[in-house]
């Protein structure tokens, strides 16, 4: 099966090519339109960003593609020039998708019309030099199949790929670093604020109940002051719980990242099926990351998805961590385009993507409208210590 695959494999991929290098022209044509109805009062607005959106879906295909054909995983580009990469790559494969096809199809048909010549001499070097020749351009046209199939998938990882430049790199550290400040700095008001609202206000209530209750000389007020006191403690217990729980929660430290996912499945009203695959446990600052995003987008698929359905895949392979949870709802989720916009961390979509970038990781949400949404986290970590059992 396996070596009928890599026989079939380039030529359906150069076809495949071909086709999609034809359908680039359509999308250059359209993105050229789109983009000079800009300036005449912005009409050009709305259909140039959904050229963008199928601009996307395709580079995203043979971003796909090409990881598969090359056995290794390409990064998306990062998003300040991710726009100008992928329109580059679709002006570079209109023209090379359908030359490839052509290279070799013009090189198998000159074989044949050598074939089919009738010469003048009929000897045996005639013969054998009109034999020769059909055979050296029947084996350079099958030879260029597979290397032209390879060498386009390379185009397709360099210029759908990251920039390898070191001012990226810098860029890309230097604004996750701030995404990671912002969102400490956001979660530490978060948590002044809770304490404010939550525990504090209970134990201020209870204070004054105390208070009141000290200074009462009816055996029936002292009583009900007594009681509500106690109330109010067991509330601010809880309310002390909940605020431990949003920092780390216990179920985390006990039964490590797939029991916890597990446990948010199971509080998610829409039913979800998981599949976990890790042979041990990330680090604990990745640990925390992932489980608070996957409780997040479990959030949202209750929230907005209006979904029958939903799934949850984790595995590590290769040095990545990568997290999938999906929903069969009405789609048209859009994450922000900067990881500094949102309000809250782990919030949204936005507060998901800030969460990853703090440790190199990636989001990809897939939502188009109709559904289905599948958020793809994907962070380069090391597996530590061995897995918890949770049987």
């Known amino acids: 099966?396996?070596?009928?695959?890599?026989?079939?494999?380039?030529?359906?991929?150069?076809?495949?090519?071909?086709?999609?290098?034809?359908a680039a022209w359509?999308?250059?044509?359209?993105?050229g339109v789109a983009a000079a109805l800009i300036p005449v009062g912005g009409?050009?607005?709305?259909?140039?960003?959904?050229?963008?959106?199928?601009?996307?879906?395709?580079?995203?295909?043979?971003?796909?593609?090409?990881?598969?054909?090359?056995?290794?995983?390409?990064?998306?580009?990062?998003?300040?020039?991710?726009?100008?990469?992928?329109?580059?790559?679709?002006?570079?494969?209109?023209?090379?998708?359908?030359?490839?096809?052509?290279?070799?199809?013009?090189?198998?048909?000159?074989?044949?019309?050598?074939?089919?010549?009738?010469?003048?001499?009929?000897?045996?070097?005639?013969?054998?030099?009109?034999?020769?020749?059909?055979?050296a351009l029947t084996a350079i046209g099958l030879a260029a199949v597979p290397l032209l199939h390879t060498l386009q998938a390379r185009l397709a990882e360099r210029l759908l790929g990251p920039a390898s430049s070191l001012a990226g790199r810098v860029r890309?550290?230097?604004?996750?670093?701030?995404?990671?400040?912002?969102?400490?700095?956001?979660?530490?008001?978060?948590?002044?604020?809770?304490?404010?609202d939550g525990a504090q206000a209970r134990l201020i209530s209870m204070r004054m109940n105390l208070g009141l209750a000290k200074s009462a000389s009816d055996p029936d007020q002292v009583r009900e002051l007594v009681r509500e006191a106690w109330e109010s403690a067991g509330q601010a217990l809880i309310d002390l719980r909940d605020l431990v729980r949003g920092i780390h929660p216990p179920v985390l430290a006990d039964r490590g990242l797939a029991g916890a996912i597990q446990a948010a499945a199971l509080l998610c009203p829409v039913p979800v099926r998981i599949d976990i695959d890790l042979p041990a446990r990330p680090e604990p600052?990745?640990?925390?990351?992932?489980?608070?995003?996957?409780?997040?987008a479990l959030t949202n698929v209750a929230k907005h998805s209006a979904a029958t359905r939903a799934w949850v895949r984790l595995h590590h392979s290769e040095g990545v961590l990568r997290l999938a949870v999906g929903d069969d709802g009405r789609g048209g989720a859009h994450p922000p385009a900067s990881?500094?916009?949102?309000?809250?961390?782990?919030?949204?979509?936005?507060?998901?993507?800030?969460?990853?970038?703090?440790?190199?990781?990636?989001?990809?949400?897939?939502?188009?409208?109709?559904?289905?949404?599948?958020?793809t986290m994907e962070l380069p970590c090391a597996l530590s210590s061995p897995k918890i059992s949770h049987s």
Do not use: K
Not at 9 to 17: C, D, F, Q, W
Not at 109 to 126: G, H, K, P, Y
Not at 175 to 184: I, Y
């Open 285 to 296: 600052p990745v640990e925390s990351a992932v489980y608070f995003a996957a409780a997040e």
């Open 1 to 22: 099966m396996r070596r009928i695959r890599l026989i079939v494999e380039p030529p359906a991929g150069l076809l495949l090519n071909a086709a999609t290098g034809a």
């Open 43 to 135: 009409p050009g607005r709305r259909p140039l960003s959904r050229v963008l959106v199928a601009v996307r879906a395709l580079t995203g295909a043979h971003r796909a593609r090409a990881a598969q054909v090359l056995g290794r995983r390409i990064p998306e580009p990062h998003r300040h020039d991710r726009t100008a990469r992928e329109v580059a790559w679709l002006a570079v494969h209109a023209v090379v998708g359908p030359a490839c096809l052509i290279a070799v199809g013009a090189t198998l048909s000159a074989a044949l019309a050598i074939l089919s010549l009738r010469t003048a001499e009929n000897s045996l070097s005639v013969t054998l030099n009109l034999s020769l020749a059909i055979v």
């Open 172 to 196: 890309e550290l230097t604004e996750s670093r701030a995404a990671a400040v912002d969102a400490q700095a956001a979660e530490v008001r978060r948590i002044e604020r809770d304490l404010h």
């Open 339 to 375: 990881t500094t916009t949102g309000t809250e961390p782990g919030t949204g979509l936005g507060g998901i993507r800030r969460r990853l970038s703090a440790f190199d990781g990636t989001l990809i949400v897939r939502s188009p409208p109709g559904g289905p949404t599948e958020l």
């Open 26 to 31: 359509m999308l250059l044509a359209l993105l």
